[in-house]
């Protein structure tokens, strides 16, 4: 049997790109599949939600987008982490990190 996947908090979407985009440049496609790989399959993004993220990570010039071509020659455009985006990562995670602590400590895990 198959384990459900886990649907994506409002709010996730951002860090997961931008840790995902911090090891190199991704097409919007490599992103998804990158972050379900990592997950161990259990997150999944579907592309009606990870464009519009794109485009307001870029907008906040937190990810910057290259036109490029695919090993088919389709044309494609490729996402990079900018300075920006690497200081927004590391503040996400600290705050992700706070908010994984309190949770633990109300479930009295921690």
Known sequence: ????RAELLQGTLDILVLKTLASGP?????????IQQVSRELLTVNQGSLYPALYRLEDRGFVAGEEGHSDEGRRIKLYR???GGRR???REIESWERFATGMRYVLGTG
């Not at 049997?1 to 459900?4: F, L, N, R, S, V």
């Open 26 to 34: 991704l097409h919007g496609w490599g992103i998804s599949k990158r």
């Open 1 to 4: 049997m198959t384990e459900p």
């Open 81 to 83: 982490l900018t300075p």
């Open 88 to 90: 927004e990562l590391a």
